[in-house]
């Protein structure tokens, strides 16, 4: 997959926290792992809606942007925008605890990052499941892929764990202590499988 040029980049209305090549390599994983690219899809702590636009670009998906902060979805909306796909993104204010949507009506659950803010995750899995269509999946986890550029990987994995380690990181979970199996049971979740990041980790659910 050929990834963005540094005009591009440089150009972006609403920077995100990570390269964009972060977010073009986990789409393009997200669409290998779970070959859903149409229907709706939620990006859950969307930030200012990097890998959810990003799934729009590359597939048919309608991707709604979800994120607690006001000023970050209308970042959303220009980067959206200016990746010309604002016709299939939109944007709510919400959590991961409090989905506006009913029992079986979403294709595709993806989030980057979000985990460690979240303050139950038994209910936002629960929810989450709930929402999924049958045949539906989900994407959450946090960290890098395995798309990457070896240089890219070494690099931001690097900055990811001095992240962790810092004063501020430590308030927050990192990937490798999160009781993922515990939460997934406990809301449950019948079928999933936890994929390792390098550094991270996701895991992918699937509703049957």
Not at 11 to 18: A, E, G, K, R, V
Not at 94 to 103: G, I, R, S, V, Y
Not at 138 to 152: D, H, K, S
Request: charged residues 25%; contains cysteine; aromatic residues 8%.
């Amino acid at each position: 997959m050929g990834y963005s040029n540094i005009s591009e980049e440089e150009n972006i209305p609403s920077p995100p926290l990570f390269p964009l090549i972060v977010y073009q390599a986990l789409a393009q994983q997200i669409i290998e792992e779970c070959k859903i690219v149409e229907g709706l899809c939620l990006d859950i702590g969307s930030g200012v809606g990097m890998l959810g636009i990003q799934l729009a670009k590359l597939t048919q998906l309608e991707v709604l942007l979800l994120d607690v902060d006001r000023k970050a979805l209308i970042g959303g909306l220009k980067n959206a925008e200016y990746f010309k796909v604002k016709e299939r993104v939109s944007a709510i204010r919400t959590d991961a605890h409090n989905l506006p949507f009913k029992p079986n009506s979403v294709n595709l659950v993806v989030s980057r990052g979000s985990i460690p803010f979240w303050k139950d995750h038994v209910k936002a899995f629960r929810e989450i499941y709930e929402i999924l269509v049958r045949g539906g999946k989900a994407f959450i986890g946090g960290g890098l892929t395995r798309n990457l550029p070896e240089n890219v990987r070494k690099r931001l994995g690097d900055r990811i764990r001095q992240f962790f380690s810092s004063p501020r990181g430590r308030q927050y979970p990192p990937p490798e202590s999160w009781r993922l199996d515990e939460w997934l049971r406990e809301a449950g979740v019948a079928k999933f499988e936890i994929v390792q990041g390098d550094p991270g980790r996701w895991v992918k659910i699937t509703k049957s």
